[in-house]
């Protein structure tokens, strides 16, 4: 049975503050996709730069389920204490598609030295187009930076022939939202149009057409 956010979950979302911090820093009037198990939740928050990002956390048995949407900058203040008045719910401003919950397929991992160099290089890709329009320090125009963001900077196939190719957006979403901790693992998977990159503290999603592909 579903059953609406309460002050007893509280403790149970404690530990998603951090992906919530990160999100309201980047946009302060981000959404937070609430999904609230007997045993787990997630909040799932879609970022300025066009990718939706996840963390899931394992929380104290509930009675019944939820889905609801709610402002990041909302939950978080509730979640620290400084106002014990609940986040409103926002269901209709809720517009992204959801990702599945299982049926996923495992395509590869790859380690956190191979990613890191590739969101590097992808950042000084970007300064550098900036200062060829002359503007050092800024960012290059809107079309060239997508350009950029989309392009494929990895390619991984399992041994069954599914082939992923994932873009410098999705791996600078994981690094900056500080999912993939020094010497951890990221984790392809994909499932019909989706395609999800998850690490320790996280995991990021896009649709086809759109910064992950599958071939």
Known sequence: MSRPLSHGDREALHELAPVLRRAVGLDPRSLARLRLGRNAAAALVRLPFGVLVARTVEAAAREGTADLTVRAGELLAWLDGETDELPATRDVEWRSGLPPVDGWARVEAVPDDVVRPLVRSGALTLKEAAQREGVPGAQPRAEVADAL???????????????????????????????????????????????????????????????????
Do not use: N, Q
């Open 149 to 215: 963001l989309d392009s494929t900077v990895l390619t991984v196939e399992d041994d069954d022939g599914t082939r992923a190719e994932v873009t410098l957006r999705a791996l600078s979403a994981l690094t900056r939202m500080g999912f993939l901790p020094r010497g951890g693992r990221a984790h392809i998977d994909v499932h019909g149009r989706w395609t999800r990159v998850v690490a320790e503290y996280g995991t990021v999603y896009l649709e086809r057409p759109g910064g992950l592909t599958l071939r």
